[in-house]
C-alpha cells in the first residue's frame, strides 16, 4: 500500500486524473480458499450505498482497511483510483443452495473510488483463470460495470475477462463505454498473446481507450512468468506502454487521450483477395497447444497463402535482406483454443521461428535480425470480431508504422525494427 501511495502522488505530479493498479497487485496470487481469506474485506455496490470509506466505516465493527487506505489515497491526492482486492460475501445453504461449504463467497474484484474518495464502482471478474477459479468464485450473473468521470465514461473489466464477449463487448456494444478500466496479471504464453500487443489490438478494433495495469512478478506460477507489460492504449494504438521481462522494477505511465472517433468496421474497406492458390511447402507446428498450418517464406518477396478448412491467409511481402539463418513462416489455424478455455478463434499470422527447424514456427522467440520493407497480410475471417497485433524485436509494438485494415495489417513504409510476428486473431464468440 505504501508503493501504491507514492505513485499515486507521483501520478498527480504529472497531471493524471486517473489512476490504475494491477489485477493482484496487493497481495500476489495462488493461494487457497482458506489462505485468502485474511485478505477479504465486505465491499458493498455503490448502487445501493453511498459510501466514502475515507470518512468511516459502512457499519459498526467493519474491517475495511484497505478501502479506507484507498479512498483516503484518491480524496488526498484529487484522483480517480482503481485498484484489485478480494471482497467477501457471507451465505448460508438455507438460503442459498449454490453457497460454499465454507459459508461465503470469495470474488475476485475491482474497486473504484472518485477524487473525493466515494466508491463508484465495485466490479466481480466473470471468467476466472485457471488455479484462480479454486480460491475465487464465479458470480452467478455477470456484471456491467460502468461510471461515469467528469473526464469520460468508462467500463471495468478484469485480465482474462478480454477474451470473451460478456463483460468485454457488451460493455462497448451495448453500454457505449469510451474508456476501459483493465487491471491485469497476465501470462505470455506464446506469440499470439502477448499482453501489450494483443491489448492494444483489442483497442484498435473496439475503437476504445484502455488503462492496463499489469502486475509484475518476479517467481514464476504455473510454469511461467508474470511479465507481460502494461500501458495506455487508444483506437490510434499505444499511447505508452511498458514492457521489460529482464527487468525486475515496474514503471509509472502517464498518457493524455483524446476522445475515441466512433466508425464502422466496414468503412476500413474489402481485401479483394486473389486467386488464391495454396502455396506449396505446407507443414505443421504447435504454437501453445494449437497445432498451425504453415508455409515457409523462401526469398526476399513473395506472395503467398495457406488455408486452414475454409479460412485462408494471404501475404505479399518484402525483406530488406533475406537472412538464410532465420526462418518466418505464415500460419493458418481455425478451431479451439485448448490452452484458452476451449475459445473458438481463427488465426491468421506471420511468425518468426524459433530457429531455422519448421518445428520451432509457434514458439515464443524474443529476437530477430530480419527488417520487412513491406508487409500486407490479410485473413478471410468468418467474424467481423478481428484483432491485430504486430511484435518486434526489444518487445516493440511498431506504433503509427502499420494500418489495421479490418480484415488485416497493412504497412506499405515497412517495419523498423526487426520482426517477431504479425497477428490477426478472429474471435467467434457465437459458438464458443
Known sequence: MDVFEKQVIKAKEKGAQIIVFPEDGMYGSGFTRATL????????????????????????????????????????????????????????????????????YQYNTNVVYNSDGYLVARYHKQNLFELESTYFDKPKQCEFVTFVAPFGRFGVFTCFDIMFKDPALTLVEKYGVE?????????????????????????????????????????????????????????DGAEAYYYDPQGRDGKLLVAEVSKPKKYSVEHLGKYHFPSLQESHDIFFSRAGNTIIKFVPLSGKSGNISVCFHSSCCHLEYVMQE??????????????????????????????????????????????????FAYINLQGQFKTSYVFPTVVTTDNGLAVGEWAFTGTGILSSSGIMKPLLSAFLWGRMYAID
Not at 215 to 232: C, K, N, Q, V, Y
Not at 334 to 348: D, F, S, Y
Open 179 to 235: 474508456n476501459i478500466i483493465f487491471p491485469a496479471m497476465w501470462w505470455n504464453r506464446n506469440p499470439q498473446l502477448i499482453a501489450v500487443a494483443f491489448i492494444q489490438g483489442w483497442a484498435m478494433r473496439m475503437q476504445v481507450n484502455i488503462i492496463a495495469a499489469d502486475t509484475r512478478l518476479s517467481e514464476t506460477f504455473i510454469g511461467l512468468t508474470a511479465d507481460a507489460g502494461s500501458g495506455i492504449f487508444s483506437p
Open 322 to 371: 533475406y537472412l538464410s539463418h532465420e526462418l518466418y513462416a505464415l500460419g493458418a489455424y481455425t478451431g479451439l483454443m485448448p490452452a484458452l478455455r476451449k475459445l473458438q478463434v481463427q488465426i491468421c499470422a506471420l511468425f518468426k521461428c524459433g530457429s531455422t527447424s519448421q518445428g520451432s514456427c509457434g514458439v515464443l522467440t524474443t529476437t530477430a535480425s530480419t527488417q
Open 37 to 104: 481469506l485474511p485478505f477479504l474485506e465486505f465491499i458493498p455496490s455503490p448502487r445501493d450505498f453511498k459510501w466514502n470509506p475515507c470518512k468511516g466505516p459502512l457499519f459498526p465493527h467493519q474491517i475495511f482497511d484497505v478501502q479506507q487506505r484507498l479512498s483516503c489515497m484518491a480524496k488526498a491526492n484529487n484522483i480517480y483510483l482503481a485498484a484489485n482486492m478480494g471482497d467477501i460475501k457471507l451465505c448460508t445453504k438455507s438460503e442459498d443452495m449454490s453457497c460454499p461449504s465454507d459459508g461465503h
